[in-house]
């Protein structure tokens, strides 16, 4: 393993009620998270295929994490997303190279497809750090009941020369979505939009 | 008494190799369950409450059992426990006491009684609030190695009329516990203390 994995933490919410209506099946969304230390911090850089090789690790470990913390199969996934936070030591294209080049590839090989862009945020910030992850259907990004976000923290990171890296997967959208669009059972799946 | 409605559950699992010392053999996972509920007792002063405590009983149990599966499956692999609660603003710190017993219930009746006081705590707060759930160990409250604590909370709970319960287990010490005291080796095990 080329990350140093400090610690790596799984959340899943369940919603059973929404507006005091019941939500039959629940909509669920799960994120594994992975603190690792960041070994360009405290200085400039250049290559960063280093954190780019850690990316494509991790891509593959969050998200078999994400999947058996919903106890489901990877093609029963509906949407995902991707974020990351960098210590106060690092430089935020440290999380784009971690996130952009090789994390996608593993993260679509264990949910079997996902031809729509992973819709991403990162930030360099301090303990306790608030990452929103944003949610996008997988197949096909304009599925609007799927736009959404997750929110994830971790009180003790990232330390100054750490980073988190998130992924999050769904086996659902929005609790009760009605703001019209393209629905899931309208997706041709060709071009990872419609 | 009113009917126990879940809004939504969460399962957080923390899984810890290490935090700058060495990397564990066996790495410390800690878990919390939490289900953010609907205060039936919101916005008035009732002054009879207790019966609400056997309503959550199952509530409780079920939440003991997904920490246990959270952790591996294996209630003897529980070393730790904790449990909280954080009343929305139009209820009162009273409404968090009534998860004492039934938090505590389920949690020793899935561990095959455990028998040091569940440590706890609770406020009242805001969506978004954040609870220090304190950790001891499940046997004897003295063991030193064994105290900790997880935050735990969510951007959307809980709401004015809602309450959210916690529970904690964890498989063992802080991962580089070494302030010395009573070690879980030599537990007396007859009064919950030593």
Do not use: Q
């Given at each position: 393993m080329k990350a140093k994995i400090r610690k790596i933490a799984t959340f899943v919410e369940e919603t059973q009620r929404e507006m005091d209506r019941e939500i039959a099946p629940p909509t669920r969304k799960a994120a594994a998270v992975a603190v690792i230390e960041?070994?360009?911090?405290g200085k400039y850089v250049e290559d960063l295929a280093e954190l780019m090789a850690i990316g494509e690790e991790l891509g593959e470990l969050l998200t078999a994490r994400a999947v058996a913390a919903l106890g489901i199969?990877?093609?029963?996934?509906e949407s995902y997303g991707k974020a990351a936070a960098v210590g106060e030591?690092?430089?935020?294209e440290h999380a784009a190279a971690i996130l952009?080049?090789?994390?996608?590839t593993p993260v679509r090989r264990v949910l079997g497809k996902g031809a729509a862009l992973i819709p991403s945020s990162k930030k360099r910030g301090g303990l306790g750090v608030v990452l929103d992850i944003p949610l996008g259907h997988k197949d096909a990004?304009?599925?609007?009941?799927?736009f959404d976000g997750m929110e994830v923290r971790l009180?003790?990171?990232?330390?100054?020369?750490e980073i988190m890296v998130a992924v999050a997967v769904t086996?659902?959208?929005?609790?009760i979505p009605r703001v019209g669009g393209l629905t899931k059972d309208q997706i041709k799946g060709q071009d990872g939009l419609r | 008494m009113p009917e126990v409605l879940v809004r939504k559950k969460i399962t957080c699992v923390e899984e810890i190799?290490?935090?700058?010392g060495p990397v564990a053999q066996k790495p410390l996972r800690r878990a919390a369950a939490l289900a953010i509920i609907r205060n039936?007792?919101?916005?008035s002063y009732v002054a009879?409450?207790?019966?609400f405590m056997d309503d959550l009983k199952p509530l409780g149990l079920e939440m003991a059992r997904s920490l246990v599966s959270a952790l591996?499956?294996?209630?003897?692999?529980?070393e730790g426990y904790g449990k909280g609660a954080i009343v929305g603003s139009?209820?009162?710190l009273e409404h968090g006491a009534l998860w004492h017993v039934p938090g505590g219930y389920g949690m020793r009746e899935v561990l095959g009684g455990a028998k040091a006081i569940v440590a706890s705590t609770k406020k009242v707060g805001a969506p978004g609030t954040r609870l220090d759930v304190p950790i001891t160990h499940i046997n004897a409250s003295?063991?030193?190695?064994?105290f900790d604590a997880m935050e735990v909370g969510v951007n959307?709970?809980?709401?004015?009329d809602e309450i959210l319960l916690a529970l904690v287990m964890t498989?063992?010490?802080?991962?580089?516990?070494?302030?010395?005291?009573?070690?879980a080796s030599e537990i007396r095990g007859e009064d919950g203390l030593r």
């Open positions: 960041n070994p360009c911090a199969s990877g093609p029963s996934a030591n690092g430089e935020l952009h080049p090789k994390l996608g990004a304009f599925v609007r009941s799927h009180n003790d990171a990232p330390r100054a020369n086996d659902s959208g929005r609790p | 190799f290490h935090e700058g039936p007792f919101a916005g009879n409450i207790e019966g591996g499956g294996d209630a003897n692999a529980v139009a209820g009162e003295y063991v030193r190695s064994h959307d709970a809980p709401r004015a498989t063992g010490a802080r991962v580089h516990a070494r302030v010395g005291g009573l070690k």
